[in-house]
């Protein structure tokens, strides 16, 4: 029985005459049958284990490219899939400091793109690709170790480029504060302990101002005369749109309100009562 097809779509294979050495016909509703049977099949939609954050919008046309020199001032994609989270934990910088660093993106010109005042941190530890069932382990982390830290008192200093002056690729702004690098350092080892993949290069307290995206003049350098004092840091989720990062805060925590121990603290019940040294109970001086 002949099979007629309809014009106006792909035209099927030529039949070939049965005979030594050619393949059997396929009539067109069997060809139909395979072609649906071929097609690939939706993606299942995704689920949140941590029930916490929202998901990713799925990702249309090509995949997004971003450029690796980044991934040493920010969230990258770098290890990152969709089945897991870039996360970071920063310091906030409150709207009366991140107000006079606005203005000086005035300064910009060219294809940097500003980072909004809204935005504006200092990055402690960053974290590419974090399956979200593990996320609540780093927000015990993060609650664990924040009443061992006192209040930090964050001084700005001047601007600089990374990876350097000569071929910059981010403008920054300098940080300091004593208890800084020890709150930083404190993070990456609880999330080495856990055992998730980090950031390895060397903690530079800075915020980021803007990044190159193309051919730009730079800035000539800029010295800010601001401070704040950061009372907690927060734990930020990194989600990579057209426009650039933004951030999802997926935890909040607090430090001590009094700043960090001196070398002579005062006494407390301990020194009235003190343990011998012998004994396993005596405490620990924090990692």
């Known amino acids: 029985m002949k099979v007629k097809v309809k014009r106006g779509g792909a035209r099927p294979p030529r039949a070939e005459r049965p005979g030594a050495g050619s393949e059997p016909v396929v009539e067109a509703e069997a060809q139909q049958v395979l072609n649906r049977l071929s097609a690939p099949e939706p993606r299942p939609a995704r689920h949140d284990p941590a029930g916490a954050l929202r998901p990713e919008r799925p990702a249309t046309g090509r995949p997004q490219q971003v450029r690796r020199g980044e991934r040493r001032t920010g969230p990258v994609d770098d290890g990152h899939t969709p089945s897991t989270y870039r996360l970071f934990y920063a310091l906030k910088v409150p709207r009366e400091v991140a107000g006079p660093l606005a203005q000086a993106q005035k300064h910009l010109k060219g294809n940097w793109r500003a980072v909004r005042a809204d935005q504006m941190h200092v ?86 101002l803007a990044r190159k995206k193309g051919p730009a003049p730079r800035v000539p350098p800029l010295i800010f005369d601001a401070a704040w004092r950061a009372t907690g840091f927060t734990l930020q989720r990194s989600l990579l749109q057209k426009t650039g990062p933004v951030y999802e805060q997926a935890g909040a925590y607090r430090l001590r309100d009094d700043p960090a121990p001196t070398s002579t603290p005062p006494p407390d019940e301990s020194d009235l009562h003190p343990t011998p040294p012998d004994s396993s109970s005596a405490p620990q001086e924090p990692t």
């Not at 006192?150 to 300098?174: C, H, M, Q």
């Not at 300091?176 to 990456?188: C, D, K, P, V, Y």
């Open 123 to 208: 990055t402690l530890a960053y974290l590419p690709a974090v399956p979200p069932a593990r996320v609540p382990e780093l927000r015990a982390l993060a609650q664990r170790l924040a009443p061992q830290f006192g209040a930090l008192d964050i001084r700005l200093r001047g601007t600089g480029y990374f990876p350097n002056e000569g071929s910059p690729r981010v403008w920054f702004v300098k940080v300091e504060a004593e208890g800084l690098a020890e709150l930083a350092a404190a993070l990456r080892a609880g999330v080495h302990a856990l055992g998730l993949e980090i950031e390895e290069l060397p903690f530079k307290g800075h915020i980021t």
